[in-house]
């Protein structure tokens, strides 16, 4: 599944934009370093492949339903680890841009799920562990198919953390996780099969390629682990830069620790204690504008939730506190966010006309 | 199949609304994508729970669209396309987030709009007229959250499309190669994109090919999948290295190189700063609490 | 000016996979020769060509291009003399627009910008396609990119141009205006086609290839009357040398004689 802007928060986003564009960098030093220029054609014509290659839908037995081919594995097996991330890159990248497939910020994070996991982790770690120097029928099958599920189930789960971290999305944690892995392992199974069935054709119509695509380790240069040493270090910089600059702001980040924090409090029953006194400190961040309390109403609905959870007695304290630092504004005169916000969607719309009127008359 | 050919119908349109010829799609593509960037990343900023905040940012949509002469329905429709994604994440949170925290009050006179600390997003109206309405309406977080994520979800993807459709995907390319994006992801874009329309058709004249000699316009057996998916690639690798020969003949050393001329004039200054400044804004203050704290304050 | 002479000794080719290319071929093709290289499908028509400009190194014979015998060190220098235009133009065109794509051979030469946009725009209006300047190649007709294919090649400014079935799939009127393109280049040209009525028309010389071999080397229309030799390559005579079906008139006379 891909991550949309919608449901992330800038740190996560900004986070996994350092990660994925740290490893675009390396991959790319790495195919530069490899003096084949013979790749570059080959890399670009690949991932016009994998776009092609979705178009062809076959029949999964016994479900009916249809399924087509993955992406990070076959690349992998094929081209290596290195060309194979940037290939899934461009392809996600490709996707962002014209289907609006996740979108720009996200964009990181589905590089990261969808790359990194199949090509670092499943391909090297699972499938070559597999199948070794001498590929059998077997174990081409055997590989491809626990080295796409574990792949895709990472990044399934990957998906999992940073929605959750991202805290815009409601699904708990192990509601969405009970959602998702068992969906990836099905997609999982499919990516494997469809992984196999054309690895093992190509191994017998053409070793010479599979070959090829497995005598290609890295040549000395840069290491991978350097690199990952140095991507999280990047990420971490990044994470609290992006978070300091959060917690200074009215911002997600802030939420994303505590959600993460307080996983078992958003399972229990206590919910309302949870997301009220996420909501109380969300508003010690906001600005000050045109705020409308009614007191009473406050007070009674802190009442309600200090009756089903003692603990919120301190941040109630609190919120009166913040509340009365607000300006109140008389409420006879007060007219709502709403109205304004109606007025500057019809501002916005007539900016639109005026300049189109314009450029007509121009 | 069909899918993908739309898919394909879609990209080769927004291409031709790309080779528009307006001062937006003449503008610097470094300039377009750094705006669309710092406000991609804005609108994410913004909290979980705000509403009224993000109508503002609309503005910087309909500004591209209109000048850019991009039509409407069309990104409209393309953005209606994707809504389900997001409705399907969004709608859990009405689900999970039951917690009231604002509430309408129609108790006779007056409608109350209450929100316990959120004050953006609604405040009060005057309903003087309306009379003998009574009772209250309780809205949870998760609605409130709901319809922020589907605004995001809309100030997103149109701000990604609008890039596309009046910039092009070369030029984004080429912008971002001189951000510092590293040589071999750009040419590895460019290629992509390039047999991207070669390769569909390869695959569909495969696809024709068997569908006219197995009577069947369905799906294929799943044993017949890895020898089609085998020849493709096999073709793919072929292609790829008819390529390479006719790169190497024009004099090809590893480095694809082109000439762009690209100029980060005082309009592209203007355009990024002036953007960056309005969008700050709206990120800062509400304007239209704003706009509504000001006008009830002029009787 | 002996260095657009192209002279192959006794080359041979085996394919990796144990496929014969070529077996024995040679011939000399002095500066400014038009020469037409027929065969049926499969002779080796291909293979060839990709020996010219050192893309399949034989595997016995050599090459000379120029006064340079074709090998790694001088591969360069020997592909800045000739250029090949392939024979399915989207192998060719890899670039995301047309100028870039016909600008990426000059600026390989190392030229300056501004000498490149005017290399680019020289030969794209060579070909009759300056419009297409800003048009991305998968938008374009088969005989667009063709021409974009040839534009190109002619935009390295090569001494000796090398086309491989430079007139498939284009429509009557494409091709007779490829032809009267070809006409006006002085170069030396090595055109691969089955296409023999234009080989009649731009090549004085013809080279028929069968099975890898050379199975003859002369003057175009002396070969095109040897209907054991069209046979035995699996060719035919070109129609303009055929008579007339309905009028049973002789052939057309001016091509024809
Ligand atoms: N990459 C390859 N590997 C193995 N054999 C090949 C390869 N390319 C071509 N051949 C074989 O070499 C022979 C000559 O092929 P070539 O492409 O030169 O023919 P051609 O004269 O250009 O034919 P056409 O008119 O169809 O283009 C054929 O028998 C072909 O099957
Ligand atoms: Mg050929």
Redesign the interface.
Known sequence: MHMADALISPAVGGTMWALSAGLIGYCSKKVKNEMDDQKIPLMGVMGAFIFAAQMINFTIPVTGSSGHLGGGMILSILLGPHIAFLTMASVLTVQALFFADGGLLALGCNIFNLGFFPCFIAYPLIYKKITRENPTRNNIVSGSLIAAILGLQAGAFAVVVETVMSGISELPFSTFLMLMQPVHLAIGIVEGVTTAAVVIFIWKARPEILNAAASSVPIGGISIKNVLTGITVAAVITGGALSWFASSNPDGLEWAMFKTAGVEELESPHELHASLSKVQEKTAFLPDYGFKSDESELILNENKSTEENGTTAATTEDKKHQSSAWPAVDSGTSVSGLTGGLLTLTLAVAVGFILRHKKSNA | MANLHNNLFDIFYMDTLAAGDTWLHRLDPRAKVLTTLIFVATVVSCGKYEVSMLIPFILYPVFMVTLANLPILYIIKKMALLMPFAFFIGIFNPLMDKNIIARIDLTGIVVWIETIGLNNIMGLIDFNGLKGITGTIDVSGGWISFFSIMMRFCLTVGAALILICTTGFDSVCMALQRFGVPGPFIVQLMFLYRYMFVLIDEASRMLRARALRTFDTGNIKHNLFGQMIGQLLLRTLDRAQRIHLAMCCRGFDGHVRMVRKMNFGMTEILFVAGWSLVIVTFRMYNIPVKIGTLISEIP | MSHHIVQAENLHYTYPDGTLGLNNINFRIDHGESVALVGSNGAGKSTLL?HL?G?LTPTEGNIRIGDYPLNKKNL?AV??S???V?Q?P????????VF?DV???P???GLP?AD??KRVMTALETVGVSHLA?R????LSGGEKRAVAIA??IA?TPDILIMDEPSSNLDPGSRRRLISLLKTFTHTKIIATHDLDMALELCGRTIVLNKGELAADGETKALFHDDNLLEASGLEKPLTMQGCPFCSKEPIPVIAK
């Open positions: 990709l400009i893309c360069k592909r800045r000739v250029g090949m392939f399915d989207d192998d060719q065109l890899f670039m995301p627009t870039d600008a990426f051979g600026i390989n030469l910008d490149v946009e800003k991305s190649p998968h938008k190109t090649v390295t």
